[in-house]
Nanobody, 121 residues
């Protein structure tokens, strides 16, 4: 069982930046692809970004491409989401997820509890 703990969410003004972090409980983290998802009020959870096991491949939703960057530090069992040029429509609970495959495939198996990001206009 992999436990994921997100942090870094807060209230920020439009145009600002935030960096989310997700710490994993197991060293097997370094073999898993990881992702960030988000869920806005009244909407379904949606994919935001993902990264393969060694950081060599990433993918992004069109809505965040060019503004968000996913990265990972396997020595620290941590994945990050750098969010720049934030917009009010980025307001959501952001979830970290582990795919338990080395590349992004299928659906994640493990999820964190989420961290709230609120972007004011």
């Amino acid at each position: 069982q992999v436990q994921l703990v997100e942090s870094g969410g807060e209230l920020v003004q439009a145009g600002g930046s935030l960096r989310l972090s997700c710490a994993a409980s197991e060293r097997t983290f370094s073999t898993y692809a990881m992702g960030w998802f988000r869920q806005a009020p009244g909407k379904e959870r949606e994919f935001a970004a993902a990264i393969n096991w060694n950081g060599g491949s990433t993918r992004y939703a069109d809505s965040v491409k060019g503004r968000f960057t996913i990265s990972r530090d396997n020595a620290k069992n941590t994945v990050y989401l750098q969010m720049n040029s934030l917009k009010p429509e980025d307001t959501a609970v952001y979830y970290c997820a582990a795919y338990v495959t080395s590349v992004v495939a299928g659906n994640p198996r493990y999820w964190g509890q989420g961290t709230q990001v609120t972007v004011s206009s």
